[in-house]
């Protein structure tokens, strides 16, 4: 199942069979190709990534007085999730902590994904696919694959006039913004593959997305737990895009086995959740969109990929999006995605690494005579 509700607000979102079910609905213009679907090694996530230290934590010390001490510390939107978690639970009995392989197969296949496949960050082109059909190309001695009806600008996003018109108006925007962070500096100076170009918040201020919004478009930004980085959408980036906040949704990252990935932590500690905010015009007529969601799903193993949660709008799957949306937007919606590294049908999507997770290296594709 791609998506199911378990509670009025809590809901599990299956991410690989999103994206597979996206890729068969339509047809490849290279008619010896029948199909598409992302590597299952991406989602190999069977432990926590600190299980080691989970264990430790618990052994020896008595188990009570160590969760009084860890529940004290945690803040109030921790023990809010925490306790969405815990919910959750009760809906999968299948939740447990296993050690099978430390996730092994997900992070090998990431290593070789990160050493072979090529990516020029620095160079500029732009495409697109207006056809009904799904393409296979090559570009810059990579392959990838095009979904139908979207165009793509592989550049800075800070250069959006470059690309856009003030005439282009969108009815959904999604954005993914390289936050600022020390520990991903350091990444990048170790390996300058696995770490990408941040930006601070007056860079991201000078995005001009106020140009591109109507009175009914909806706005989701990704978020980490740091109060500088939530301060700045609240007190900074909304009054600069004329955007007034009307939710505040939590993806819950969880093992194939529904345990966190990490553990909960006190605050300004690695979280196992992260925010999306969702924000619409300041004159906006769109009312009564959920205040707080809190979605569970397995982490694809790419350094922060996130679920599609959004993009169920355009796909008319059974989910909570696509019923709580339709009213909102017309048949066919204009959608934006800034600091993308996907395409999705019916999207202008814009970033440095726009085409880097189409590559045909993620994906398991199958031609006619293989089916059959």
Request: charged share 25%.
């Amino acid at each position: 199942m791609t998506c199911s509700n378990l509670t009025e607000n809590i809901v599990f979102l299956n991410h690989k069979s999103f994206v597979d079910g996206i890729y068969s609905s339509y047809q490849f213009h290279d008619s010896a190709l029948e199909s598409a679907a992302l590597r299952s090694e991406l989602f190999h996530v069977v432990v926590p990534y600190d299980a080691k230290s989970t264990r430790d934590e618990t052994e020896g010390a008595p188990k009570a007085k160590k969760l009084k001490r860890a529940a004290a510390s945690f803040d109030e939107i921790t023990l809010k999730v925490k306790d969405k978690h815990d919910e959750y639970v009760s809906f999968n009995k299948n939740v447990e902590t296993l050690t099978e392989d430390n996730n092994k197969i997900a992070l090998e296949f990431i290593y070789e994904f990160n050493r072979n496949a090529h990516y020029n960050v620095d160079k500029v082109f732009n495409g697109g696919n207006d056809s009904q059909f799904i393409v296979k190309t090559t570009m810059h001695d990579e392959d990838y694959i095009i979904p139908p009806n979207c165009r793509f600008f592989n550049s800075d996003v800070r250069n959006l006039n470059n690309f856009l018109t003030h005439e282009d108006k969108f009815d959904f925007i999604v954005l993914d913004p390289p936050w600022w962070n020390k520990y991903i500096r350091r990444v990048k100076a170790v390996n300058e593959k696995s770490g990408y170009r941040m930006l601070d918040n007056e860079s991201l201020k000078g995005i001009p997305l106020e140009n591109h919004v109507h009175d009914r478009t909806i706005v989701a930004i990704w978020c980490t737990n740091s109060p500088s980085h939530i301060d700045a959408i609240e007190q900074q980036l909304c009054a600069k895009w004329n955007l007034k906040l009307v939710g505040s949704w939590y993806w819950i990252k969880i093992t194939k086995h529904g345990s966190p990935v990490c553990a909960f932590n006190e605050t300004n500690k690695k979280q196992p959740y992260e925010r999306l905010f969702i924000a619409v015009t300041t004159d906006s007529s769109i009312k009564d969109i959920p205040s707080e969601k809190y979605i569970f799903s397995v982490p694809c193993a790419i350094h922060s990929n996130k679920p599609p949660l959004l993009v169920t709008i355009l796909n008319n799957l059974l989910c909570f999006i696509t019923e709580l949306f339709t009213d909102f937007f017309p048949e066919r919606p204009k959608c934006l995605e800034l600091f993308a590294r996907n395409v999705y049908p019916n999207f202008t999507s814009i970033g440095t690494e726009v085409l880097k997770l189409q590559n045909t290296r993620l994906f398991q594709l199958s031609s006619k005579h293989e089916v059959q």
